[in-house]
C-alpha cells in the first residue's frame, strides 16, 4: 500500500529557531510532493510544492526532495508562534490521486 | 480558497438516517475529491471525480456514494449514516498542470449519533 509517513509530533521550538519537519514516501512513481498547513477546527492550506530534486525556497520555507532516498523536507526559518500548526506532507501517486501523510504538529514557544 | 464551498459546514444526525453533503466550486475545475480526517488517521480519500458521471472509489469508500450531474458540485451520500462515520468531511479540486495541487474547502463537521 503506498503510503506517507511523518513524525507525528509534537514538535516544540523556540521563537526565531528553525523548525525542521520530515516526511518519506513509498511510491518510487511519485511525481509532485506538498506541504500544507491545517490549523485546528481549518481545512489545510498549500504551503509548497516540489517536484524537481533539490531546493525550493518560498519566504521563510524551504523544501527540500530527495527521490532517491524517497525523502521530502521543510524547513520553516525564523519560526513565528503563528507557525504554529499541524503539518500535511503529500505526494501524487498513480490515478489522479494524492496520498497525505497524517501529519506533524508544530507549537512554536514564544 | 479556490472557490470552493460546502454544505451544511455543521451537522448531527441519528444512527441510521441518510446524509447528504454538497461541495460546490466555481472554477470549472474537471477532478473532486472527497476525504475524511480523523485524529491519527490524517486525510483518507474516500471518492473522486475526473468528470460529469464520472468518479471512482477511493481508499475508505464503504459506507459513501458520490454523484456528479454537474461540473460545479460533487455529492457525496452517507446512505445509512453510522457512528464510524462521524468525521470532518473535506471536499478538493484539483488544479491539473506542473504540480497537480488539490486545494480544499471549508470543510463539514458530521457527527452521527
Known amino acids: 500500500q503506498k503510503e506517507v509517513e511523518q513524525n507525528s509530533g509534537p514538535l516544540s521550538v523556540p521563537e526565531g529557531a528553525i523548525a525542521s519537519l520530515n516526511c518519506t514516501y513509498s511510491?518510487?512513481?511519485?511525481?509532485?510532493f506538498f506541504w500544507y498547513r491545517q490549523y485546528s477546527g481549518k481545512s489545510p492550506e498549500l504551503i509548497m510544492f516540489i517536484y524537481s530534486n533539490g531546493d525550493k525556497e518560498d519566504g521563510r520555507f524551504t523544501a527540500q526532495l530527495n527521490k532517491a532516498s524517497q525523502y521530502v523536507s521543510l524547513l520553516i526559518r525564523d519560526s513565528q508562534p503563528s507557525d504554529s500548526a499541524t503539518y500535511l506532507c503529500?505526494?501524487?501517486?498513480?490515478?489522479?490521486?494524492?496520498?497525505f501523510g497524517a501529519g506533524t504538529r508544530l507549537f512554536v514557544k514564544a | 480558497d479556490a472557490g470552493i464551498t460546502q454544505s451544511p459546514r455543521h451537522k448531527v444526525t441519528e444512527t441510521g438516517t441518510p446524509v447528504t453533503l454538497r461541495c460546490h466550486q466555481t472554477?470549472?475545475?474537471?477532478?473532486m475529491y472527497w476525504y475524511r480526517q480523523d485524529p491519527g488517521h490524517g486525510l483518507r480519500l474516500i471518492h473522486y471525480?475526473?468528470?460529469?458521471?464520472?468518479?471512482d472509489k477511493g481508499e475508505v469508500s464503504d459506507g459513501y456514494s458520490v454523484s456528479r450531474s454537474k461540473t460545479e458540485d460533487f455529492l457525496l451520500t452517507l446512505e445509512s449514516a453510522t457512528s464510524s462515520q462521524t468525521s470532518v468531511y473535506f471536499c478538493?479540486?484539483?488544479?491539473?498542470?506542473?504540480?497537480?495541487?488539490?486545494?480544499f474547502g471549508p470543510g463539514t463537521r458530521l457527527t452521527v449519533l
Open positions: 503529500a505526494a501524487t501517486t498513480g490515478g489522479f490521486k494524492t496520498i
Open positions: 478538493a479540486i484539483r488544479v491539473t498542470g506542473d504540480s497537480d495541487t488539490q486545494y
Open positions: 511510491d518510487r512513481g511519485s511525481q509532485s
Open positions: 472554477e470549472n475545475h474537471r477532478y
Open positions: 471525480s475526473y468528470g460529469v458521471k464520472d468518479t
